[in-house]
């Protein structure tokens, strides 16, 4: 059986979701103060009625970061194992960076079953290529699923 505390606890809560969920025209009526986390939650609102939340306005953010850097990457390489082979051989992979050459000609091999992991200093293009292969930059064949 929930204590009284909680069962306040609860009630206000209630009331609290009951209160964000009100628009702010009844809030005008009813001469009810308005507070600044309502007012911003009802400017939030799309065109289609759905409320936009911090987080969603975040991830947009993120979505448009992530997208300026992909137009930044050039990645270039030539598939060089059998379309229908489970081992990946590319030659002459070059990963380019906002004008700076983070890959130049190098040849990628991974073999079907290995564990293999990118060791190098910050800068170097870690990332880069591991996102580049996830996006599917890199010459893989469409048989095969990226697991990063």
Do not use: W
Request: aromatic share 2%; with cysteine; net charge neutral.
């Amino acid at each position: 059986m929930p204590s009284n505390l909680v069962k306040k606890k609860a009630a206000k809560k209630k009331e609290a979701a009951k209160a964000r969920q009100r628009p702010q025209k009844e809030h005008e009526e009813n001469g009810d103060a308005v507070t600044e986390p309502q007012v911003a939650e009802e400017k939030n609102e799309e065109a289609n009625g759905r409320e936009v939340t911090e987080v969603d306005l975040l991830t947009k953010e993120l979505e448009g970061f992530e997208m300026k850097k992909t137009a930044a990457r050039a990645v270039t390489g030539i598939l060089a194992s059998h379309p229908n082979s489970t081992d990946v051989h590319i030659i002459n992979l070059s990963l380019t960076f906002h004008g700076q050459e983070l890959l130049s000609d190098t040849k990628l091999e991974l073999n079907s079953g290995c564990h293999y992991g990118l060791i190098g200093l910050n800068g170097i293009g870690k990332s880069m290529l591991l996102s580049a292969i996830g996006k599917r930059k890199v010459p893989i064949p469409e048989m095969m699923t990226s697991t990063i």
